[in-house]
């Protein structure tokens, strides 16, 4: 299959069996079709997916485990994979609706799939409500990005934007507080005086952090306060520090 176009999210090609459960459980989109190797464990998750996409009227393919390996785009698939229609984008300004308390998540410049999986996995753990993403010089949803993010990203609202600098002054004109998250910041994450307003919390790109266009455009740069001699955290493991503390402030977290 071809790469994602820049003028969808990707999304095409799920792996993994968690991240091919959660595509039919959501059934928000149109699955094509599930390949399962041969020779699998009799585990309950896997039987759960193939009755609900035979439930759904979804064709499941038998194949040997090396060509699902070599169809598949990850190393560890799992024996399952599934072809999809792509995720389809949410406009930005439905994302910043007053009426829903946004929560949101913007991703200035992340190019690791993990590390966009991992992020995508917590933020709906936390009860982000939207994730804004840029079309350029940033990884999309690509079949890593849907392995790690087991799931997530079938309940996650997602905007495409041409650029994150200027869909922050957007958000902002909307009603919503732009916090972002940076080793240089000027406060502590755990001081954070806006997590209950609407807000949307940035995440700069590995390494670099926050551009200089993204940083300006925020209300308050927050750090995570270290006491180790690291002098900082990988970004999926500070967004999801970030993402909770804001979560437990708004109430949100359920367990």
């Known amino acids: 299959m071809s790469a994602p176009s820049r003028r969808n999210l990707g999304g095409e090609q799920v792996e993994g069996r968690r991240a091919v459960l959660e595509l039919l459980r959501a059934g928000r989109r149109r699955t094509r079709d599930v390949w399962m190797a041969e020779g699998l464990d009799d585990a309950?998750?896997?039987?759960?997916?193939?009755?609900?996409?035979?439930?759904?009227?979804?064709?499941?393919?038998?194949?040997?485990?090396?060509r699902l390996d070599g169809e598949a785009r990850t190393t560890a698939p799992q024996g399952v994979l599934a072809h999809a229609d792509p995720l389809e984008p949410t406009d930005l300004d439905e994302l910043c609706r007053p009426g829903d308390a946004p929560f949101l998540l913007a991703v200035d410049g992340v190019a690791d799939p993990q590390n966009l999986g991992a992020l995508l996995r917590s933020a709906e753990g936390a009860g982000v409500t939207g994730v804004v993403v840029p079309r350029h010089r940033a990884v999309h949803v690509t079949a890593t990005v849907t392995k790690a993010a087991a799931g997530a990203v079938e309940y996650l609202p997602m905007a495409l934007v041409a650029g994150i600098p200027a869909a922050l002054a957007r958000v902002r004109e909307l009603g919503v507080w732009v916090v972002g998250l940076d080793a240089a910041g000027e406060e502590t994450l755990f001081g954070l005086t806006l997590a209950t307003e609407p807000l949307i919390l940035v995440l700069g790109a590995e390494g670099a952090g926050l551009s200089r266009l993204t940083r300006q455009r925020c209300d308050v740069v927050v750090r995570v306060p270290l006491a180790g001699r690291v002098a900082s955290l990988n970004v999926a493991a500070a967004g999801a520090l970030a993402l909770f503390e804001v979560s437990r402030q708004r109430g949100a977290t359920k367990r």
């Open 44 to 66: 309950g998750i896997l039987r759960e997916i193939e009755d609900r996409a035979r439930g759904a009227h979804v064709r499941v393919q038998r194949v040997s485990r090396g």
